[in-house]
């Protein structure tokens, strides 16, 4: 009996020696290869966070983020955060940080829906130049939504459909954005779950900004606080 056993455990263990494992069983794609397109797959592994390069918690407007205030449009420190405002409907604007230009890095910020409609947008551009002509953003609504596009010569040359997900959440909430830019690769996440890959060489650096959009109705604050931007391992 004693030898048998012995038999039988080396046998199993050459069989499954030979059996193909695979990490995506379950998994479906929908992958889109080429340049400029979003990949629904999960990229196998994400590059190492390294040392901080820039962060702001925008308790004093001496971190110089520029203020402004009109009648369509307001970006202001206010109660410890960096309140901008899109009064009319239909309505996109942002702002640049200009004094630091990120190649490959990681950011975070938190965005909070403080007044308006669920029905906005906000986010943040990266690799942003030429006063916002040039740019990739990644936005998310307060109705559940999100969306990543690009910006060439001023016009918006990548726009794919909205795409609904359960991470973001809905109503008066906060949202923690992150971006990740490694090369010609991102990674776009709404609270720690990542939404969705994008591929495009066409901008190797560049600014920072951070974005509000109302659509069919207007008066849309989004508050932002504790940005960080960290270098790639």
């Not at 604007?93 to 906005?120: H, M, Q």
């Not at 690799?127 to 918006?156: C, P």
């Not at 109705?217 to 391992?233: C, H, P, S, Y």
Request: net charge negative.
């Amino acid at each position: 009996m004693y030898t048998k056993a012995i038999i039988f455990a080396v046998l199993a263990a050459a069989i499954l020696s030979v059996m193909p494992i695979s990490l995506a069983e379950n998994g479906t794609s929908s992958s889109k290869a080429a340049n400029g397109q979003l990949q629904s797959d999960q990229t196998p592994a994400e590059p190492g966070v390294g040392d901080l390069l820039y962060s702001d918690d925008f308790s004093s407007s001496k971190s110089g983020w520029p203020q402004y205030s009109k009648g369509d449009f307001s970006a202001l420190y206010k109660n410890g955060k960096y309140h901008e405002t899109a009064v009319p409907a239909l309505y996109w604007n942002f702002r640049i940080f200009p004094r630091l230009n990120f190649s490959d890095f990681v950011l975070e910020v938190e965005a909070t829906k403080e007044a308006g409609p669920d029905d906005n947008a906000f986010g943040v551009l990266v690799r942003e130049f030429d006063a916002g002509r040039n740019s990739y953003a990644f936005l998310l609504s307060s109705d559940g939504y999100y969306q990543v596009k690009k910006a060439q010569n001023n016009s918006w040359v990548y726009v794919p459909d909205w795409a609904k997900s359960s991470a973001i959440k809905t109503g008066n909430a906060t949202n923690i954005v992150k971006v990740v830019c490694n090369g010609d690769k991102f990674s776009f996440y709404a609270n720690g779950v990542k939404l969705t890959d994008y591929n495009d060489s066409s901008y190797a650096n560049g600014h920072i900004a951070l974005a509000v959009e109302s659509k069919s109705e207007g008066n849309v604050t989004i508050g932002f606080d504790n940005l960080t931007v960290r270098a790639i391992k």
